[in-house]
């Protein structure tokens, strides 16, 4: 049996806080999940990076490894539990639920303690991880989604999922009970949602700030207009100022994705010419072109 550094298969420090502990596990677990990832071994490495987790997010277990790793065992070297530890081991039960390495068991699991008969106890299900995709304006507004999950057995529930306002991309929504069922009464998991954000025609993010192109025509960006400018929460009356170019950027401040502080909304300017179809409509061109025939685009 060989000795399993939980640190190393989390990529994680042995002084790692818990929120570092946690994170680290979160993207593991979404990387390696076999619901997302087809690799050969990945199924495998998704088993270890649960097994770590286990270990290092219980400060008991944690604290009691922490002392054998301490005794000078690295990753892969042959193991053997110390004298007496069989009789820790048997402290913690059965280990938790779960399809848990041969180590594992002879650390924290009921093998460890020679096959010893003992009362199960209640134990806290286990959170569940998930995805959901939502449009940019249900984003912006907030809102309420449905999600069809389906659990290890093939059935289907349907849970209606409340989005607040301003959320982004990668960001998780915990719903609580809503994970693995508890054992003997206990209470249930949570169901751990990361939200995705759909891509939208007119409008895409930076940040918080939303950027939206608008089309104007040359005579708007050479004598200055006032145009109603779409946003995420209806459309806002701006003024273009005269002599304005292709690619200049307007800021509708705080009309971006909510937050503390909210987004802007940067317009950027695309000049539209149109199309010379009739005889008069060339000759306008023509005209202009002798107006402004010392003007050099190109430098």
Not at 112 to 117: D, K
Not at 143 to 170: H, M, W, Y
Not at 195 to 223: C, K, M, Q, S
């Amino acid at each position: 049996m060989e000795f399993k550094d939980y640190y190393e298969t989390l990529g994680v420090k042995p002084d790692a806080s818990e929120a570092e502990i946690k994170a680290a596990y979160r993207k593991l677990a979404r990387k390696f999940h076999p619901d997302r990832n087809k690799d050969a071994g990945a199924e495998e490495k998704f088993k270890a990076v649960n097994e770590a987790n286990e270990v290092l997010r219980d400060a008991e277990k944690r604290r009691s490894y922490d002392q054998l790793r301490a005794g000078g065992y690295r990753s892969g070297e042959q193991f053997r539990p110390p004298p007496g530890w069989q009789q820790q081991a048997q402290d913690f039960g059965d280990g938790g639920e779960g399809d848990f390495s041969d180590f594992f068991e002879s650390l924290f699991g009921q093998r460890a303690a020679g096959g010893a008969h003992r009362q199960p106890r209640a134990r806290r299900g286990r959170d569940v991880q998930a995805h959901v995709q939502i449009d940019l304006h249900t984003a912006f507004a907030g809102g309420r989604t449905r999600l069809a999950l389906q659990d290890a057995g093939g059935n289907e529930r349907v849970l209606e999922v409340k989005i607040p306002a301003g959320i982004q991309s990668g960001q998780v929504i915990r719903l609580a009970g809503q994970g693995q069922a508890g054992t003997l009464g206990a209470p249930a998991g949570d169901l751990l949602l990361e939200v995705a954000l759909r891509d939208d025609p007119r409008f895409h993010l930076d940040g918080r700030n939303v950027v939206y192109v608008l089309p104007i025509a040359p005579w708007e960006a050479a004598l200055g207009a006032s145009i109603a400018v779409p946003t995420l929460g209806g459309a806002v009356d701006m003024r273009i100022p005269p002599g304005s170019q292709s690619g200049r950027k307007l800021r509708l401040k705080g009309r971006g994705m909510p937050g503390t502080p909210p987004g802007d909304q940067l317009v950027e300017l695309s000049i539209r010419a149109p199309a010379a179809e009739t005889k008069a409509q060339r000759s306008a061109y023509e005209a202009l072109q002798a107006q402004f025939g010392d003007f050099h685009p190109r430098g």
